[in-house]
């Protein structure tokens, strides 16, 4: 039965003085993939109140309607749903699918209009970046690490946001982050009464990069007769081919740098006078050799190259048609194109493939750094046999597995006591990319020392990273912060 009265959502006055009505109509959950609307005679009542600023208000029907809305309850929340799971676009799809016709800026007004979750004491904090729009534009998002769900965002990486943030949450007890110099002192400024932990995935990712630069400088080793072992049995190749002519303008513009460099010139001038971009100057000034900038280029790989050896194997044999050689590789899983088999054999046809037979291809810088990287119970025969080559034939990389198998055993034991030890060894090491990483350690040696010492890790942020790049794609870069902070924060 009706209520006579009618309550102003204003003042909260009930009224028994009816100004008016008209019909109202909702639209409701669709029934059997049907469109359902609910039709309303709604009634006006005159505010009593006199301090109140509504003069009339229409009545509303608990559990049915809500000022101004066109969706019942049910339907706003079955659509609010939709928005926060798959955004405009898919959303209007699914909607569309459930005998609901929506469009997409109704889902995302829906979305928008979702207050903020509340939050509760933040005992400990993880926090990283995130590319919005990479190489252009990176934000912070900050992840409760009891509960793993996301705590806020904001735009920027700087850490002056972060010090104001952790201000307003003077109850943070542990600031889980990675090695940048950044967050760091935005965590010192903001909640000194913290624990910095520095998460164990970045240093390990740190040490890989640093292990990389140091098997590139003994590169030249890697080919040596002693580490053919794992490939014994493969076919011989072709003669090594003249150096590529990026190779050639590489060691050109760093002499010519350098030259200039002796003289007092500043980077700006050089690159005025050499033609060369302000960056390819500042590259070239700071690499150490023109090894360094080489190595990159030198190390390119093509899809060809794995099936170079029954390629030479099939050329020795009397094929000569690239068309059939491409479609025999291409059954043994080759996945590129005809024309690269081709430009491949032209070697062949030049005369350049017959003449100084030499052994197996070496392994490439980064396969033997994944072995460096790898538990030795992981790694087959033939990378062990590979492995045990090198440690045999360079010293220096003999002393290299042994300081990462340290840092690993370190790492996994959480043997944080160990730290100081290893660093010292490093350092009196002539290995200068590990002996940089160990002085970088030096610099956050609080922060590094408890991530190897406290169970703290960074693998939920990490994880809503991941999560924030799906959901970036399904947005297909469309939406701004806003919108994305909302289904970070709200969806599961």
Request: charged residues 25%; positive net charge; aromatic residues 6%.
């Amino acid at each position: 039965m009706r209520s006579a009265t009618g309550v102003c959502g204003r003042c909260g006055v009930a009224s028994r003085r009816i100004h008016g009505g008209y019909l109202r109509e909702l639209r409701d959950v669709a029934a059997g993939g049907l469109d359902v609307k609910v039709r309303l005679r709604v009634r006006r009542f005159r505010c009593d109140n006199a301090d109140c600023s509504a003069m009339t208000f229409a009545e509303q029907v608990p559990g049915l309607t809500r000022p101004h809305d066109r969706f019942t309850p049910l339907l706003c929340g079955l659509l609010t749903q939709i928005g926060l799971a798959l955004a405009g676009r898919a959303g209007v799809r699914l909607a569309a699918a459930a005998g609901l016709g929506v469009s997409r800026d109704t889902l995302l007004r829906l979305v928008r209009a979702l207050p903020d979750p509340v939050m509760g004491p933040v005992r400990a904090v993880g926090v990283d970046d995130f590319a919005f729009r990479r190489g252009r534009r990176y934000d912070t998002v900050l992840i409760d690490m009891d509960t793993r769900r996301p705590l806020d965002l904001f735009e920027g990486r700087d850490g002056d946001d972060l010090a104001v943030w952790l201000r307003r949450h003077p109850e943070t007890e542990v600031v889980c982050r990675d090695r940048a110099g950044g967050y760091a002192e935005g965590a010192s400024q903001g909640a000194p009464q913290a624990v910095q932990v520095a998460d164990r995935f970045h240093l390990w990712q740190n040490l890989g990069q640093a292990v990389e630069k140091t098997v590139n400088e003994h590169r030249a080793h890697l080919g040596e007769p002693t580490l053919q072992v794992a490939v014994a049995d493969a076919p011989p190749a072709i003669q090594q081919l003249p150096e590529l002519k990026i190779v050639a303008r590489f060691r050109e513009q760093h002499a010519a740098v350098h030259a200039l460099v002796a003289t007092g010139l500043s980077k700006a001038a050089i690159g005025r006078e050499l033609g060369l971009h302000p960056a390819t100057v500042r590259k070239i000034v700071r690499a150490r050799s023109v090894d360094d900038l080489t190595a990159i280029t030198e190390q390119r790989t093509h899809l060809v190259d794995d099936y170079t050896g029954y390629l030479h194997r099939r050329w020795h044999e009397g094929e000569r048609n690239a068309t059939a050689l491409f479609r025999e590789i291409r059954q043994l899983g080759y996945p590129g194109g005809e024309l690269a088999v081709q430009r491949y054999l032209r070697r062949f046809r030049h005369g350049r493939g017959h003449a100084a037979q030499i052994g197996p291809k070496p392994p490439s810088v980064r396969k033997v750094t994944s072995w460096f990287m790898t538990r030795p119970d992981r790694l087959n025969d033939a990378e062990r046999a590979a492995l045990q080559g090198i440690r045999v034939h360079d010293a220096a990389l003999r002393r290299l597995v042994g300081h990462v198998r340290a840092f690993a055993v370190m790492m996994t034991g959480r043997h944080g006591n160990r730290l100081e030890e290893w660093i010292n060894a490093v350092e009196r090491d002539t290995l200068a990319p590990l002996a940089s990483f160990a002085r970088g350690l030096r610099r956050d040696y609080d922060a590094v020392h408890n991530g190897l010492s406290l169970p703290c890790s960074s693998g939920a942020v990490e994880g809503t990273v991941n999560r924030i790049k799906m959901l970036k794609r399904q947005m297909f870069g469309r939406a701004g912060l806003d919108l994305l902070r909302k289904r970070i924060l709200l969806s599961r």
